[in-house]
């Protein structure tokens, strides 16, 4: 599985009343305040993680909200991740729920409350045991820098259908239709791997060369991270900029054990399937199928076909069990041969002292 470092940061716009973006942190979802700036690390080693960025539109109270339905049922949905697996996880089957899901959850409890457009877009990065799977609906975007090498994850819509399809969750303008992804993917993880989730408001002006920079700068981890959110902000800070970056620390090549189960379990006691409060509930609708569905399956092809020549994860720690048990062995031996030779060194300073003290009383009383 595998050991992350975690940091985010968000600042609300100039030209905004409220900031209606979001990222998760471990269990919570921030920021606290709708204004302001906010900042929180972690670091995890959960054999399932889940991370998420929303950026939200339509006014205080409806796009924060929209977000934060967003973070609610994507939490629900990895609670329940072994519904998903065969025992492979279905990924695509999983995202294509999620997406139903969240965009008939706004257009359920937000859309009829708002008098302009509402919705949100999302980023969300789910890393099961050393494999990371990616979803992008609309405006966010996904990075990931490996080797020296920052790479934008997102694809491009088709344009044949692009102006026919709503690009992020909650839009009114087709309700029985699912917004399409514009990020759909899976690749193993590397040590070393950093993938970023970001908001426009993050990414709309800031360069990707200057970004690729910041994050080589020869400086700790999530000093570069504040680095580039500061050089972002200076680029433009007139809309809600949002960064949560990733980092791999190490990866260990184990099976789920209890610690999966506890973090799930955390999940579903966290998240649960709970309702948002005096929200009405979803009504199923009727989902239309199109030529789309084959685009998307192609969008699904393993990020290892896209970043060539890459080191594959390293199995250096296969064995570590029975490693473990020699090195055990061989210290008992070295603390033995150790305890041995400081009794036998006491005996014999004991029996010299022994020695010198009679030497001299014999030397007394022969005086």
């Not at 700036?37 to 939200?56: F, P, R, W």
């Not at 920052?150 to 909650?170: A, C, R, V």
């Amino acid at each position: 599985m595998a050991r992350t470092m975690v940091i985010g940061l968000t600042e609300s716009g100039t030209s905004t009343k409220v900031n209606e973006d979001s990222f998760s942190c471990g269990d919570r979802v921030y920021p606290d305040m709708i204004t302001g700036s906010e900042e929180q690390t972690l670091g995890a080693s959960d054999y399932t993680q889940v991370y998420i960025v929303t950026q939200g539109f339509g006014g205080s109270g409806v796009g924060d909200l929209a977000g934060r339905i967003i973070q609610r049922v994507s939490k629900d949905f990895v609670a329940k991740l072994d519904e998903y697996k065969h025992p492979k996880l279905d990924f695509n089957r999983f995202a294509r729920d999620l997406i139903h899901e969240t965009h008939l959850r706004v257009l359920a409890q937000i859309a009829p409350r708002a008098d302009q457009g509402v919705g949100a877009s999302f980023a969300l990065l789910l890393i099961d045991a050393n494999t990371a799977y990616i979803l992008n609906i609309g405006d966010t975007k996904i990075h990931l820098y490996r080797d020296s090498e920052l790479y934008s994850l997102l694809d491009p819509y088709d344009e044949t259908i692009k102006d026919n399809q709503p690009i992020y969750i909650g839009n009114q303008g087709d309700p029985f239709e699912d917004p399409l992804p514009n990020t759909m993917k899976r690749f193993d993880l590397t040590t070393g791997d950093i993938i970023l989730l970001s908001t426009e408001g993050f990414h709309a002006n800031f360069h990707h060369k200057h970004l690729a920079e910041d994050i080589a700068a020869p400086d700790a981890f999530a000093a570069n991270i504040r680095l580039a959110q500061i050089h972002s902000r200076q680029a433009d800070n007139s809309k809600n900029g949002t960064i949560l970056a990733i980092k791999v620390r190490d990866l260990e090549l184990v099976k789920p054990d209890d610690s999966a189960k506890k973090s799930v379990e955390r999940l579903q006691k966290s998240y649960g399937s709970q309702v948002e409060e005096n929200a009405a509930p979803a009504k199923s609708r009727t989902t239309r199928r199109n030529s789309k569905d084959k685009s998307q399956e192609a969008e699904q092809e393993p990020m290892n076909q896209l970043i060539n020549n890459k080191q594959p994860v390293s199995n250096s720690n296969i064995n570590n069990g029975e490693k473990d048990g020699d090195i055990a062995k061989q210290d008992r031996k070295v603390r033995v041969k150790k305890d041995l030779k400081t009794f036998g060194l006491s005996l014999l300073i004991g029996f010299l002292v022994g020695l010198a003290v009679i030497l001299v009383m014999w030397f007394v009383i022969l005086r």
